[in-house]
């Protein structure tokens, strides 16, 4: 099967259309971000690339400081809005009605409404062209409890995340592994007592 090839461009996906707030509680932010990943394991770092243009780039620039909230599936059109208006014309929590919790390490505000929250100290801001990349250590990370079982594993396949590729949204679907399932030596059934 042939493929055409194209010039390079931005398509990676699927990523996750984070709902970052910024700010601080009493002047909160959130923007929607699909440029954001991991970087490094230990210490826990990520990053997001963000055009100075959005209002939300000052704050962070500010603060040092930001929150990643994955949002679910239920919440797309939160998630596009978000992306769609700018903070500097309209109060975006309150129009969405969303709710804003307490970081336990950072001043930025974590959104309750998404099932995991990463709470992120930004280290390093880098101009990349069209967009500053925020490099951040995650110093914290909040998850909604009900997803955590009786062993602390958290299941995330229950929150239903949102995913983006390509200008499109996805509910995740069916889960298909688990991490080295591929390698995974089968139990051997217990001796016969
Ligand atoms: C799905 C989606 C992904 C986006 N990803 C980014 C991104 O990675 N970086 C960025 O600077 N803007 C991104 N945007 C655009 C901003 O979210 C948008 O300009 C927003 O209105 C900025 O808000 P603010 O001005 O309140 O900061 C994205 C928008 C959408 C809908």
Same mark, same amino acid.
């Given at each position: 099967?042939?493929?055409?090839?194209?010039?390079? !461009?931005?398509?990676?996906?699927?990523?996750?259309?984070?709902?970052?707030?910024?700010?601080?509680?009493?002047?909160?932010?959130?923007?929607?971000?699909?440029?954001?990943?991991?970087?490094?394991?230990?210490?826990?770092?990520?990053?997001?690339?963000?055009?100075?243009?959005?209002? !939300?780039?000052?704050?962070?620039?500010?603060?040092?400081?930001?929150?990643?909230?994955?949002?679910?599936?239920?919440?797309?059109?939160?998630?596009?809005?978000?992306?769609?208006?700018?903070?500097?014309?309209?109060?975006?929590?309150?129009?969405?009605?969303?709710?804003?919790?307490?970081?336990?390490?950072?001043?930025?505000?974590?959104?309750?409404?998404?099932?995991?929250?990463?709470?992120?100290?930004?280290?390093? &801001?880098?101009?990349?062209? !069209?967009?500053?990349?925020?490099?951040?250590?995650?110093? &914290?990370?909040?998850?909604?409890?009900?997803?955590?079982?009786?062993?602390?594993?958290?299941?995330?396949?229950? &929150?239903?995340?949102?995913?983006?590729?390509?200008?499109?949204?996805? &509910?995740?679907?069916?889960?298909?592994?688990?991490?080295?399932?591929?390698?995974?030596?089968?139990?051997?059934?217990?001796?016969?007592?």
């Amino acid at each position: 099967m042939g493929k055409t090839i194209w010039k390079g !461009s931005a398509l990676l996906g699927p990523v996750p259309p984070a709902l970052v707030t910024c700010g601080t509680l009493e002047k909160p932010n959130v923007l929607t971000i699909a440029w954001t990943g991991i970087v490094c394991t230990h210490p826990a770092m990520t990053y997001i690339s963000v055009r100075p243009s959005r209002y !939300s780039y000052q704050l962070i620039q500010e603060t040092g400081e930001f929150v990643i909230n994955l949002p679910t599936s239920a919440m797309g059109k939160t998630t596009d809005f978000c992306g769609m208006k700018t903070g500097a014309k309209v109060n975006k929590i309150e129009k969405c009605g969303l709710t804003l919790a307490e970081g336990s390490q950072v001043s930025a505000p974590v959104l309750a409404d998404c099932p995991v929250s990463l709470e992120c100290r930004v280290t390093q &801001a880098q101009e990349l062209g !069209s967009h500053t990349m925020f490099l951040a250590e995650i110093v &914290a990370v909040q998850v909604e409890e009900r997803f955590v079982d009786s062993k602390g594993k958290l299941n995330l396949q229950q &929150a239903g995340l949102l995913a983006y590729a390509h200008g499109e949204y996805f &509910a995740l679907g069916r889960k298909c592994g688990d991490f080295g399932f591929s390698v995974k030596k089968k139990k051997k059934n217990p001796p016969k007592k």
